[in-house]
């Protein structure tokens, strides 16, 4: 087995989610597995909108690029929206996975319908586009949101942990579901303990990424480079966007 | 009347680009609205793919919050793409219109069926995921690119636009539409004649665009802020993303 | 700017409604724009049901024949069904708009998701339908209606429009919607006021559908005669409907 | 076995069209059920395109109101366009059913897929229209038009039932359909020929019709009057429509 | 009018539920039908998951064969779930109706949207299903347990069927819908009391399958033998599912 | 890394595709992984249709039921079209993949859009049926079939190897699909070699299946056991079914 890296971008710039990130991503890699953890050098602190989706994309983009130059096998995009998802696509070489996309799909393997807890109700519309794009709008059993900021999760006071798990408590009880999808990369590290005291598939999509990249690698399936997912067309960038110039494709 | 401004956006940094999407805006607009043209200050040259639509965002949101503190009344997005669109809605107090969706909205308000002619062909899945999210995929008949690059249209040769011609009426012939939307900014100013020509409604996004804003404006109708388009969370962004929190809010 | 004539049409037959339709299209009209507000002649004097709809389509086709023949630029629908749109579409020469259209169409171009608010149950089903037609099934966060019929809308007491703000009030708490549409033209005129008191977006169709007339008029386009929206076959028809005869196409 | 008398309603006015459908009727009919076959008494000479289904829609509630003063035990709708469906589903006390309803239902009982042949092109948004609301359109694998006008199929020379036939055909070969409707009323008696011929079900609405209401009423079934197919509201219509408030509900 | 015998077969093995089964199906049956009730032979005692409905299916197959060498002019699945109905119609000559299938068409009929009443949560997901292969989904207005096993409808204490009434008469209040569609073969005879009491149409799938097969029957319709409801390819089966060689086809 | 068995079920009984379905799963295991390759010991010798999958339901059952009883850590089904599968997940301990899912979820993590090739037409929809079960119909831009049995795969001539990379090449060109699923299990070694030829992703279900299962195993997740995918309900099956009685859980 040849050892790979794979790269986690973490799209905000918060170190300490960053370290979550990494955590549950290394306990999730096989042995062979090197994980190589980022996050956006420039960007916003946490991304609860569009608006910091758009930013963090750009960040995402210029990790993408640094990962494919330094040669990692594959990419996984750590914040529950999945920003920049098919423009990675684009710049990628190997395959790049969001971690809404990972939980969701591993969720539909193990349960006929699913729900989705996560942080402040603004992203509750993200989830939603996300599951129309992904084909999983009618495996969805319901959104929620725990009415708290995405830095709530690393204040160290673990209310918002005791706020995610008394929400997929009643996830459970209201909406027939047969498994949770947590709804921030913050909640990485949750998946493992919750999954153990509710009996339920309570699945993390950081972890559920990194498979999902070292499957993909495995099998010598790498992103397609025919249609609208080949690399961009080669024109100059101006600006701050410059540095995508130096990458020769 | 209250003479209003609407600010007109070129997602890219082609400055042709921008005069056509100008004149076509101008057009349209009624004596009352002043046309403010911009392009985005730094990006790509042209919009092609999901990467460039990822950078352009950036250049829009940039200039949304400029076109709002210079106060304008509204804005629109021309790129066929509407790069961005959430999130500059979230940023601009103002409504904020795409001329994808624009376009296709009023296609389906003149025809129970429409067709797209677009650039190139790894455009078109991007034109996909818009019907998608706006609720128009059953109303496409279908969707044609001429492969020829979105600066051919800016080449002065005038190829493009026979192209963009000859598949307006292919489109008709095969598809069984009523209407053809013209699926490029570049295209903006070959709507009326096509129109006339072919005497069916082809229609070009920027001069729809122009005048749903004018029409919110008018009903004094904005982006709502309650929900997912409230403004963003107000946290500082860092590196060349700095220039967004000079925006009070 | 010349100065043109939309033709508002009640379907309905009761003339306090027409005025109410009248003020709110006045009210919204650009500076040369005509507002020529009419009732059917002959049907129904509400319209809460399929069997009212279907009576009021032919009032309906009769005033966009009548409206077509004094040359007016375009014809607004103003029931929340949009009985006989698509009729009325075959019938014009330019171009038609339905009030709930109308009302789904700009309702999405500010909030991610929107909530109606209408007058009977029974008439719920029928927004159902028009949001499935219309494509804007998914961004409708949820139906509610007052229980009232419509003219309680026209008896002066209050009562029915206290109701419809409750139900607003009560739509935005529990829908998480972003923004109103209001399911009655005898609504029309509680818009404003309620965009400002509840400081999100409530939108009436009638406005809406003026504005939308007046800009595809701007920009040249009117429905397509070409395929299913064409003229009807001109056949002769008999009984009552002979009136259409003398219709020259 | 009590005998049951069932209305057919032609919503045209031409009596050849009555006659077909009446034969169609009488030879689908169980021995104890009575056909009575009428036409829309003033209307349009036949049905090809909305304007024309919005007109017919007020013939077919006429016959309703006849047809259920006289008791009969249910009523079918025999134009392809089902005209009037949910309107004459109000007015009526037994049920009612439409052809292109009862058609496509029984295909999706006897194939996975099938496809339409109907006449005039301009007729297929209306096929497509009802495969949306009947929940069929994923079930459709083919919308054909043998682009003659409906009275073709009644002007004695058989070239129209020809077109038919060779249309089925070439559906066979293109659509991978398992089954094939007839869209149009004027067509009913062909199916029973093109089934033997073809060796697959082709079907006519007309005879499914009756055999639906036929089992509706054996089964003791009834239009549900709770909710939006309740009796009108009982307001008097004015004008050319007052003959139905002669109608105590 | 020839005599024609449906087969109707309860999928499970419990004597009790086809009796029930098989006094529905003889009271709805025309008086030329004759009913013949089986049971799987082998197989589970009741149907309340996805691992009962695949062990049904092949008991089912085994008299789908049977009833085809006896002649008979078509079949009836009767349970719910209408487990092996694609599989029966290719090994059928004759039609053959699921009770789910047959209940949910029926309901479209009479009313714009229905609820579903049945026995265990679990089975929700199989009526969830089948709305979607249907095509019926949008006309669920929603879906309803007892949270009582299939066999407490077989127990005589009548608990059960006072639950179901319950729960439809919730359904009514909650739902919105105009019709109740009952979700288990085991409930069929309750179905014309509670239609009765309730005022609305309360269908039971036992009674409208054997109409729908006796109507396809009487049209000479019969399951397409082109495409995928073909007979099955003819490769011998071994083991214990070699008695399906004995069939000639 | 602990060593893990998964089971690898052949549906049907044919020894050559079983040899197949092993090297493909063998190739792509990770180096802890056992493959445990079994078929159906009783059943069909290929499946190419509803009545095939039924059958050989039953067959993967048992040998579910062996497998958990041996204890491996996970089950794939490996027939396209995942016959029994949430009736699988209901006995199975450890999670179930099937082939045609495990196909499906690739494609869409590295293309936009793909298409499918399987064997005989009539299987066609069985895939249709699944892209809308999984949620991915509007991912998939073709079906194609080659139009020969699936045992025509074993038969050592190539000739049916040559018409599915015939088939690969103008489905890429017909469809403007980004990658191939291959969708037959007897096809399952061919899909490296494609990869390689026509240089985009050419997906095997058994092998993308395997890397599922490892997936899962790693991520502690299993088959939800709440709500529809619990344990079945632990009634005596009778006759040939009764080995699953012997199966305490």
């Known amino acids: 087995m040849t050892a790979i890296c794979i790269q986690v971008i973490n799209p905000n710039t918060n170190a300490g989610m ?25 960007g916003v602190p946490s991304i609860e909108g569009h608006f910091d989706e758009a930013i963090a994309a750009v960040g995402v983009l210029e990790q993408i690029q640094a990962g494919r130059q330094q040669g990692v096998a594959g990419h996984v995009i750590a914040c529950f929206g999945d920003p920049g ?15 809404a996309e990972a939980a969701m799909h591993m969720a539909t393997l193990v349960a006929t319908r699913f729900s989705i807890v996560t942080t402040l109700p603004r992203t509750l519309i993200i989830a939603r586009h996300l599951l129309h794009q992904y084909g999983f709008y009618d495996h969805c059993a319901g959104l929620h949101a725990i009415d708290l900021p995405v830095l709530a999760l690393e204040d160290g006071s673990g209310v918002a942990q005791e706020q995610v798990r008394a929400r ?29 005291e509710l ?18 690698v495995a ?31």
Not at 19 to 42: F, H, K, L, Q, Y
């Open 219 to 249: 099998l010598g399936l790498s992103t397609s480079k025919r249609g609208d997912l080949a690399f961009p067309e080669g024109k100059a960038l101006s600006g701050k966007f410059q540095t995508f110039n130096t990458f020769a494709i």
């Open 168 to 196: 997929c408590i009643q996830a459970l009880k209201e909406d027939g579901c047969g498994a949770i999808v947590l709804g921030c990369g913050g909640m990485a590290t949750l998946a493992q303990a919750l999954t153990r």
């Open 18 to 42: 960053t370290d979550t990130i990494a955590t549950a991503a290394r306990m999730a890699a096989a042995p062979g597995t090197e994980i190589m953890a980022v996050s956006s050098r420039e």
């Open 199 to 216: 009996q339920v598939p309570v699945i993390d999509g950081v972890s559920a990424a990194v498979k999902m990249v070292e499957s993909l």
């Open 85 to 99: 998802l098919l423009a990675a696509r684009e710049l990628a070489q190997g395959p790049v996975i969001g971690i």
